[in-house]
């Protein structure tokens, strides 16, 4: 059957699900079981810290990713895409739900449930309506700051854990300022721990990109503080992984929080739309049928 081309250049989707998997062979079980094992090393630590920079306990992190990872599997046709929670997108997420709760209540954890069901349904809707053209109306200088704006608060935010210092609330200068008048305080063990893995993975993508830098700095870490009982010296760690899965249940929120939550939802699905996009078109997993943006939008907001 030859594929058909649609209206924005993306070819029809050949199954409704399990997309990715065309193509599939059984030998490719053995390559993907290692991948899979590689991945999941570097990620599920890296979607728990994710998870705390969104306000969250960190084993939701490892439950997005688990969630992400299956609903994109079904939905999604890119077999290049790791679909969890996402660094750039948690700090807005932390930021607009601030605005209406206190983070850690159940006010906030039922008000980001709220927005991250909209932004999914907005991102199915945008995939079934073939809305991929609207991720390229941003303009490159727009993008390149938003993202630097996104990095500095994400370098801000993150700073007391690398020292060892708590965690700082109010504006980024705020938070500056309250970092600097903390340093006396910093845990020269947490900040050579955090430095050691910067310079692992920096020295592992200068010898060859294909070292898996960061999977051997955690590894060398996670060892440090095991074997020399470090959480005792005050390095602080992101928790245990949950004993079960939680309870499913609706979200109880007030008509005025889905007002506020209502653009909030646009704002964050359009900066989804963009990565997704952008990830899409950039690592193509069938070079034969080329990217499918709209049906990469279904599976991630499935997801």
Not at 47 to 59: D, K
Not at 177 to 205: T, W
Not at 263 to 290: E, K, N
Request: aromatic residues 6%.
């Amino acid at each position: 059957m030859v594929a058909k081309e649609t209206s924005v250049g993306a070819p029809a989707p050949a199954r409704p699900i399990f997309r990715s998997f065309a193509g599939w062979r059984l030998g490719d079980l053995g390559p993907d079981v290692v991948t899979g094992v590689t991945l999941a090393a570097i990620a599920i630590p890296e979607q728990m810290a994710t998870a705390r920079l969104a306000g969250f306990e960190a084993p939701v992190g490892f439950l997005a990713l688990l969630a992400g990872a299956i609903g994109f599997a079904v939905f999604g046709a890119s077999r290049c895409l790791s679909v969890g929670a996402d660094s750039t997108i948690a700090p807005i997420f932390a930021g607009a739900l601030a605005l209406l709760a206190s983070e850690g209540s159940s006010h906030y954890v039922a008000d980001a449930a709220v927005l991250a069901l909209a932004v999914g349904a907005i991102l199915c809707l945008a995939g079934v309506f073939r809305l991929g053209f609207v991720a390229d109306l941003l303009s490159i200088p727009v993008t390149t700051g938003f993202m630097a704006g996104i990095a500095g608060h994400i370098i801000v935010s993150q700073a007391p854990g690398l020292l060892g210092l708590a965690a700082q609330k109010g504006s980024l200068l705020e938070q500056l300022g309250a970092i600097a008048a903390s340093l006396g305080g910093a845990n020269l063990i947490s900040l050579a721990l955090g430095l050691g893995v910067l310079a692992i993975m920096l020295c592992a993508e200068r010898v060859n990109a294909k070292i898996p830098g960061a999977l051997i700095g955690l590894v060398a870490a996670t060892a440090l503080v095991v074997a020399f009982g470090l959480e005792a010296r005050g390095v602080s760690t992101l928790g245990v992984m949950p004993g079960a899965m939680p309870r499913l249940a609706l979200p109880e929120v007030s008509f005025t929080d889905i007002q506020q939550i209502a653009p909030l939802a646009v704002i964050v699905a359009i900066v989804v739309m963009v990565q997704t996009a952008a990830t899409t078109r950039s690592f193509v997993s069938d070079p034969a049928r080329g990217p499918d943006v709209n049906r990469d939008f279904i599976g991630v907001g499935a997801s």
